[in-house]
């Protein structure tokens, strides 16, 4: 028994001191390496064409636009004192028109002209335009200040930029306004009044305002019209009487608004406008007759 025991503790250790079992990877022996057999499709997979690529490319580099409503808030901003204490009053007013300026473009289209506007180094701009089609579009907010009158004067005020609204008509001056046109302006021209309690008779033309540089809009449009429908002031045709010898016409044409600084373009202007067809720089007897009727009507 005692030998048998001893022969099975010699064979346990001829067993552990054995070979070591075989490892995978040998030293100094190459590894193994594996195919993978999962085969990629080229047409599955969509590349960006280069226009997509470079479309991306602009939207990134496109600058953060600035609304109309932006640049008021940067102004109101501007406009506080930063070296005074602030508290806001409860009443106040923003600053409404009280007269409306009646353009024609003297550019080809619609599209030109809002495209004119819209040019930094033009300098000039409307609130609204209108095409021949009747089409009607708003440029600008009715509060802010449009650049459409330039140096101007009516009555007392110097700067009509200021107080007005700018409408340009699409038209070339040389040709007729169409129906669909004044209908257009007609019907902008009731809600403008009635929204900003605009007097009858401060609708007036660029001319009005500028009689030495303009002459729009062109002898061609329709101011008895526009008179008949409650903007602007006309004359009445069956009352025409000769004025009082000491009648100053000079004096009402300035009573009326207009500037006589530069008397022989206002006269032209006045006469533009009323008489149609003389705009000659002399005041005749019947033009005087219609300016005497238009001074004791309205001023």
């Excluded at 009487?241 to 500037?259: C, E, H, M, Q, T």
């Amino acid at each position: 028994m005692r030998r048998f025991c001893y022969f099975i503790f010699v064979l346990f250790l001829l067993a552990s001191c054995g070979a070591p079992k075989q490892r995978v990877l040998r030293s100094g022996s190459a590894p193994i390496l594996r195919a993978d057999t999962l085969k990629i499709d080229p047409d599955s997979i969509k590349l960006p064409s280069i226009a997509e690529s470079l479309a991306e490319k602009q939207v990134m580099a496109l600058p953060v636009a600035i609304t109309t409503e932006d640049k008021i808030e940067m102004l109101m901003r501007e406009g506080i004192n930063k070296n005074a204490d602030w508290s806001e009053a409860a009443h106040y007013d923003i600053r409404k028109p009280n007269f409306v300026i009646i353009h024609h473009t003297a550019q080809h289209s619609l599209a030109q002209t809002i495209r004119t506007f819209q040019l930094e180094h033009t300098k000039v701009s409307a609130h609204y335009v209108i095409g021949k089609d009747g089409r009607i579009v708003q440029m600008l907010n009715d509060y802010l200040r449009s650049w459409h009158a330039g140096r101007s004067k009516w009555g007392n005020i110097t700067d009509m930029n200021s107080v007005s609204l700018g409408i340009e008509l699409d038209n070339n001056g040389r040709e007729p306004f169409p129906e669909a046109q004044i209908n257009a302006l007609v019907t902008l021209l009731d809600t403008l009044k009635t929204k900003y309690q605009i007097p009858f008779t401060n609708f007036l033309g660029h001319a009005d305002v500028a009689p030495a540089r303009k002459n729009d809009p062109s002898v061609l449009f329709p101011w008895k019209r526009l008179a008949d429908s409650g903007f602007g002031v006309w004359y009445d045709e069956n009352n025409l009487v000769s004025p009082p010898d000491n009648f100053n016409y000079i004096d009402a044409l300035r009573i009326i608004g207009y500037d006589v600084s530069n008397l022989n373009k206002t006269i032209a202007a006045f006469k533009r406008k009323f008489i149609v067809t003389d705009i000659s720089e002399t005041l005749t007897e019947y033009d005087k007759r219609i300016l005497y009727n238009l001074y004791r009507r309205y001023f």
